[in-house]
């Protein structure tokens, strides 16, 4: 075998010759960059179209263009101790498809956000197994990896809701919840490499996880879910998980609500019970009306919203073709319908999916419609593949009382207006 | 129907009492943040964990953590005019998974990237229609909408190495490449709109497509891949196109050469022949040995390439498990194999591919294996749905000459040596 290599780059001139020496009139794509310079032909008017031709348009890391600067995350203000909230919204009024980049995917931290380096990150499995372990993130990167797109919704998304009509916009009702592609390795590699034969049957048995930030959010998982679908995920979306969404490394859960993601996750112990810990008990339980909690309410039932048109995203043509776009997850597998009711759900339409539905993961519906000008209610409803449908807020409501801040997963309705604006309201 | 909603914002009072009066002990999970302070049982070692409590971590627009400021889109400082480069290169090698993030996503501009307001944005469909039309951003999103997920690659990915190896790392080699989830409207329902019965018989008809910058960019597309499975999109990853990738809108043209893809699309015209314009003539045909070009080689053949280990991201760790991974894509449909060699080619294991391979996007694929700590001649190998299979570079040359700059799908070799260090080399 022969290996040539140039230990040295070549000139960009010697680049030039080998292409130019070619053929009459060719000359090198990337040579030619910026070779349109101004013309004196172009108007002032036009001057916009000329770009800066300086090159100084590429950017190393790029951000949204500046004419995009409202599609942002966004906290609501009473809603937390600080100004400055440590809940931000996903943008999902402004968002189509089904991906969340990460500049603007819902945030929620119970202690801040840490800024742990890869270096300095371990990750423990102790408890009931063979052989403890400490892995460092390079460790972590030599398992076999696996990538999958989940959806993450905050067990609070929502929750405002309860007591009536709140907030207007879906950022703000429906925004707790992103949609990322997440690659890293599974649970079950790293429980299996510390080995499971010393936690004997595995049907009872637990995982507990915590994070390295002060709060450290213990939650406990039954085993069953760690060794079926959980991973350790290091990337989202392509790139490394950003400091707000767990850096270096956080656990993902699939179709369970989203504190039990557990983000900068330190350390994972096998236990015969639930630890039964502040994160899962204080918080993350729904209170009925006879005083009793709901517990282990793990799973995010299916859901849907519609974020165009919605409060924040007004219709801004007067009536005739309507595009009307939403999303719909269900944390117990794919979607497989999504109906939307113009009339505050007395008549129903089927929507287009824009692709089959995935398991535990966002579903983007359209409903492709002419609009007679008139005010709407309008409403979605989703159903998914073990063919449960989305309940209304009087049907939650029933089973549930009003007492409730988490898993609210009731149909939402927006007023649509003969002026295009739309408000959120309740109706009955 | 009884319609109820608050015009006003409830008081964060109003909200927690609303929920802690139904149970001892629970309070509400979003009024409880930030709850947990400086605890004095923290050491200053564990200060790094505590985050700052203050809320300023939240962020309306996410930037990636500081510690991965090397992944970055970069340019080759020889490669382009001006020292700033109009060619700006995926960090391919620092990814996983599938999706680039529009942030660190190659970016190339003939003329500079424009700032384009959408209130500006105009898109015209003349020539061979029944009806001219001119639309606005508005008009756009009010037809049916797709969502699809697909790979970008220039015509000029990896065309420096026709000549030998010559750039030391996967973003220099093949980083011309992105891989967004497109959301927007399909070529053939504008075209649909205008009428294409003053078109004839479609068989031997064009489309010209141009975009507003100075450079026009203008190409030439056969209407059959017009009404196949072209689209105006205006979102990418969810959110808007950023201005360096075509902000309002760009024409995504599947499995086809990037510059094709024209950006800010303001035009759109049916003709009866190709225009044969300078983009389509001076730049992206491939010289043959004997002078003549090749012409009209639009679709991109299947390649691969391993992003992990290579130059920019050599093994760190010593002998034992490796993960070795890196991307595959074919303009043709979609990856259904791929081999890794770590001989040079003499022999080949197949790798795993982390999803079944779908059409014209980008499959990340990995080899979970053993590194022996000896050096190695690392080879990926692509084959698609088609049949074909990815070639050597000798192959490619045998066919081609070594005059080309485009259309380089060879298969790539990286020389990782015993210390874990990589070189880009070429073997025969």
Tied chains: 1, 2.
Excluded at 26 to 51: F, Y
Excluded at 52 to 80: F, M, S
Excluded at 135 to 155: G, H, I, M, S
Excluded at 319 to 325: A, F, N, Q, S
């Amino acid at each position: 075998m022969t290996v040539r290599f140039t230990g040295k780059k070549p000139s960009r001139r010697a680049f030039l010759k080998g292409t130019l020496a070619s053929t009459a009139g060719v000359v090198a794509g990337a040579g030619a960059a910026n070779a349109a310079g101004p013309d004196p032909l172009i108007t002032e008017k036009q001057e916009w179209a000329m770009g800066t031709g300086e090159g100084v348009d590429a950017t190393p890391y790029g951000l949204p263009i500046k004419y995009e600067d409202d599609v942002i995350r966004r906290n609501v203000e009473w809603l937390t101790a600080d100004t400055i909230s440590s809940i931000n919204f996903s943008p999902i009024h402004a968002l189509d498809g089904t991906i969340t980049p990460q500049g603007c995917a819902f945030e929620r931290h119970h202690s801040g956000a840490i800024e742990l380096r890869k270096e300095d990150y371990r990750l423990m499995i102790n408890g009931l197994v063979d052989t403890p372990l400490v892995f460092t993130y390079e460790d972590l990167e030599r398992f076999p990896r696996v990538n999958k797109t989940f959806f993450l919704e905050c067990a609070a998304n929502t929750g405002m809701e309860w007591a009536g009509a709140q907030l207007n916009g879906a950022q703000f009702t429906h925004g707790m919840i992103h949609n990322m592609e997440y690659s890293g390795v599974t649970l079950r590699t790293l429980l299996e490499e510390a080995g499971l034969n010393a936690a004997g049957d595995l049907k009872d048995k637990w995982v507990y996880v915590e994070g390295a930030d002060a709060s450290s959010n213990g939650r406990s998982i039954p085993m069953e879910k760690a060794l079926d679908d959980c991973m350790i995920a290091f990337k989202a979306n392509g790139e490394a998980l950003r400091k707000e969404h767990g850096y270096p490394a956080r656990l993902v859960v699939p179709g369970w609500e989203g504190n039990m993601w557990v983000k900068w996750i330190r350390r994972i112990e096998v236990s015969d019970s639930a630890v039964e810990s502040r994160e899962e008990t204080s918080k993350y339980t729904d209170t009925l009306e006879d005083g009793t909690s709901r517990k282990w309410t793990w799973v995010m039932d299916a859901k849907s919203v519609v974020t165009s048109p919605s409060p924040q995203s007004p219709i801004k043509h007067g009536k005739g073709p309507l595009v009307i776009t939403g999303l719909a997850w269900s944390g117990r597998g794919a979607i497989t319908r999504v109906d939307v009711s113009k009339d505050g759900g007395k008549t129903w339409e089927t929507a287009r999916l824009a692709n089959p539905g995935q398991p535990m993961a966002l579903t983007r519906f359209y409903l492709d419609t002419e609009w007679n000008g008139e005010e709407m209610f309008l409403q979605s409803r989703a159903m998914d593949e073990t063919g449960y449908v989305q309940p209304t807020k009087a049907m939650l409501r029933e089973v549930r009382g009003e007492n409730s801040v988490y898993h609210n997963n009731c149909i939402q309705t927006w007023w649509v207006k003969a002026d295009g604006e739309a408000e959120n309201v309740e109706v009955s």
